[in-house]
Nanobody
Framework: QVQLVESGGGVVQAGDSLTLSCAASGRTFPGIHQGWFRQAPGKERELVAAIAAGTAPREYADFVKGRFSISRDGARRTLFLQMNSLNAEDTGIYYC?????????????????WGQGTQVTVSS
């Protein structure tokens, strides 16, 4: 079992930056990919960014390229999402998740463990 706890959400102004963290506990394995998803009210959950196990290639949604950056500590215990130049469309609940599927895992169904989410609200 893997437990994931997100933190760092909040209310910010458009143009601000925010860093989300995801702390993992329990059994974490080599070969596990990690990702950040978000879900806005009335919309489906969508991938924001993912980072692979091992040498860690990254995958970003087009709408965050150049603004967001995913990273993790060396032990894969904490996952980060650095978010810059936030806009109102970035508002939503942000979830971290882990996947043991083939890289890149792009769909929510590719992920087997999820955190409970942290709310990000960007006011314009």
């Amino acid at each position: 079992q893997v437990q994931l706890v997100e933190s760092g959400g909040g209310v910010v102004q458009a143009g601000d930056s925010l860093t989300l963290s995801c702390a993992a506990s329990g059994r974490t394995f080599p070969g596990i990919h990690q990702g950040w998803f978000r879900q806005a009210p009335g919309k489906e959950r969508e991938l924001v960014a993912a980072i692979a196990a091992g040498t860690a290639p990254r995958e970003y949604a087009d709408f965050v390229k150049g603004r967001f950056s995913i990273s993790r500590d060396g032990a894969r215990r904490t996952l980060f999402l650095q978010m810059n130049s936030l806009n109102a469309e970035d508002t939503g609940i942000y979830y971290c998740a882990t996947s043991s599927r083939t890289w890149p895992p792009l769909r929510p169904s590719d992920y087997n463990y999820w955190g409970q989410g942290t709310q990000v609200t960007v006011s314009s």
